[in-house]
């Protein structure tokens, strides 16, 4: 079965920049469609990007459009999500998870912490 | 784009059925028919539940299970156990090409 692991997690500063990265073990990441979801301390989640298999399509919620870029490797297994201009209201743990429809493979998470 | 709202308790002894409701608007829920539900331990990470708003993954007990009407979708859990205190989150495709979730509940299993 696919598994995804999330790394780059860290303190950032406010204003700061960050680069999450997320490996797939399988063969079928070059197939899937990814998203990256983040949960806030003690709240709900949030989706936040989404990339289809090729590349060709990306989408981004409001709070992170400008800021945030989502982008792949399909030869590394490999999501990337680059975070510019970091604010204290990204704090949270950062979830790369598979599918279009639905959410169905979910890694373990990366804690991003924005503070001076 | 809002989230969508769920209660943000709800609570049953062992052996009882439960729903969880999930109320969005024409531009997500009642538009399409991409709603799923995500149960999270605390600590862990969100777990598929239901897809598709009524289909359950390989490996999900047929205790769960998920409808539609109009802009609320529901989850419902029968024979609750005590394996099932978590929070549950839906979520829904919406007419803007993103997704959203709902603010979460917390089942508590007397």
């Known amino acids: 079965e696919v598994q995804l692991v999330e790394a780059g997690g860290g303190l950032a500063q406010p204003g700061g920049s960050l680069r999450l990265s997320c490996a797939a073990s399988?063969?079928?990441?070059?197939?899937?469609?990814m998203n990256w979801v983040r949960q806030a301390p003690g709240k709900g989640l949030e989706w936040i990007s989404y990339i289809s298999s090729s590349s060709y399509t990306r989408y981004y919620a409001d709070s992170v459009k400008g800021r945030f870029t989502i982008s792949r490797d399909n030869a590394k297994n490999s999501l990337y999500l680059q975070m510019n201009s970091l604010r204290a209201d990204d704090t949270a743990v950062y979830f790369c998870?598979?599918?279009?429809?639905?959410?169905?493979?979910w890694g373990q998470g990366t804690k991003v912490t924005v503070s001076s | 784009q809002s989230a969508l709202t769920q209660p943000a308790s709800v609570s049953g002894s062992p052996g009882q059925s439960i729903t969880i409701s999930c109320t969005g608007t024409?531009?997500?829920?009642?538009?399409?028919?991409?709603v799923s539900w995500y149960q999270q331990h605390p600590g862990k990470a969100p777990k598929l539940m239901i897809y598709?708003?009524?289909n359950r993954p390989s490996g999900v007990s047929n205790r769960f299970s998920g409808s539609k009407s109009g802009n609320t979708a529901s989850l419902t859990i029968s024979g609750l156990q005590a394996e099932d205190e978590a929070d549950y989150y839906c979520?829904?495709?919406?007419?803007?090409?993103?997704?959203?979730f709902g603010g979460g509940t917390k089942l508590t299993v007397l």
């Open positions: 979520s829904s495709y919406t007419s803007s090409s993103t997704w959203v």
């Open positions: 399988g063969s079928t990441f070059s197939t899937s469609n």
């Open positions: 998870a598979r599918g279009l429809r639905a959410f169905d493979i």
């Open positions: 024409s531009s997500d829920v009642g538009g399409f028919d991409y």
């Open positions: 598709d708003v009524t």
